[in-house]
């Protein structure tokens, strides 16, 4: 069978192993380019051979002192950038192990992307509002960009050299040209984000997290806080649609989310609810004379987009999680969908039997865990000091505290967002 219909009518929940390495949650993952041999993953920087039976170690890299936030391969591979909480991004040279420091944000990095065109140029974002273009060659950055909202993400037209998506707080997404950067940079294009959320009446102007391309670079995805998964033309500024299931939900970590398979038939996304949602991609064609908009006049922008709502679409759910799957990668390769957050594990999915030899991971006391989120709750000040514990703890096993912490912000961030699908449908 044709690895195109293992991908198409296989399940992706028939295979699942988890990876265990890490003494921390795991909220960035990155696969080397073209055969996809190694995944680079932090928590820690590991970088894993994902063609031995027993996904071994191959690098580590030191540096950081906080969770790592952004990972990124150079397009030659030789290269790995990681970027994170601690407002510092690393150039660690894979051939000579050595780490280079940068530095000069003000906040968190949120983002770190290699030049998929360039094998000199880098770019990060970060909760200051600014975008640095750098080059591996110089210590000082090619061209600074500065935003009046936090910037969580830079994204490079896969064919269009020129041509940068870049997202953030307040709603913010735009196409830059990437000539005009040591200029006042104008928008090529600005996508609206002011739009009516399809799951309920509210009109919302999310933050947009992470924006995923397409391979032939039409479409491109954005993940948004207390809001659905959006779809775009490229070339369009309105959403084309958004994909739907009465419990996914994204309010409390931010995500990442990815297309999938041979020729991008499949959306995947993580969900607070600690599932990961597949979508089967539908035909836009159809979808694009179904747009609709409507009048809201306590937005600023009086005209706001209702991209269709893909409710009935959802094609797997995938139930192994202990938590939030802030990451969701597809390999390039292999039918492997990979998944982390909160947990200290990788997850992988696949349709056919991963070839390995390492044993199953038990999941953490679920009694245990149930007890430590009613003691939190009868006891805040035990909330307090969990959230004021810093790094991670000595042990490759999940920590049910940190799950249990994570349990209660997801249920109080849900309720302040007043987050609610309200709709009968089943999957």
Known sequence: MRLLDIEKKGKFSN??????????????????NG?????????????????????????TYLGHQNNIFSLSFSLDNKL???????????????????????????????????????????????????????DTRTDKPVSIIDYDVPIHCIREHPFKNNALVISGKSGHLEMLDFRTLNQTPHPILKYSTSFKD???????????????FTK??????TTNMSALPMIYDTYESHPLYCCYHKNYQNVCTMKHHCFGGQNDEFIIAGSDDYNVYVWKTPNTDS????????????????????????????????????????TTIYHPVFPWILTSGVEKTIGIYSPLPIPTTLPPVSKVNQD?????????????????????????????????RTLALFDILNEDESDYQGYNHEDDEEE
Not at 373 to 391: E, K, N, S, T, W
Request: negative net charge; contains cysteine.
């Open 287 to 326: 979808l694009v004379t179904n747009k609709q908009y409507f009048i809201k006049s306590e937005i600023e922008d009086s005209t706001n987009w209702v991209p269709l709502r893909v409710h009935d679409k959802v094609d797997q759910v995938l139930r192994e999680n202990q938590s939030h799957p802030n």
């Open 216 to 221: 032939d670079g039409s479409r491109f995805m």
């Open 368 to 400: 245990a865990r149930r007890d430590l989120v009613r003691l939190i709750r009868a006891r805040p000040i035990f909330l307090a000091y969990l959230m004021a514990r810093d790094g991670p703890d000595d042990s490759l096993d999940e920590d049910p």
């Open 198 to 212: 399809c799951s309920s009446n509210r009109s919302i102007l999310p933050t947009v997290g992470n924006v995923h």
């Open 35 to 59: 055969d996809g041999q190694f995944l680079a993953s932090g928590g820690d920087v590991l970088v894993s051979d994902l063609y031995d039976p027993e996904f071994k170690i191959k690098e």
């Open 80 to 134: 790995l950038f990681s970027a994170g909480l601690d407002s510092l991004t690393y150039l660690h040279d894979r051939t000579t192990g050595v780490s280079t420091e940068y530095r000069g944000h003000d906040g968190p990095v949120y983002c770190v992307q290699s030049s998929i065109h360039d094998l000199n140029i880098f770019y990060t974002t970060s909760e200051d509002g600014a975008v640095y273009v750098r």
């Open 15 to 32: 295979n699942h192993i988890k990876l265990k390495r890490h003494f921390s949650c795991v909220n960035a993952l990155s696969i080397t």
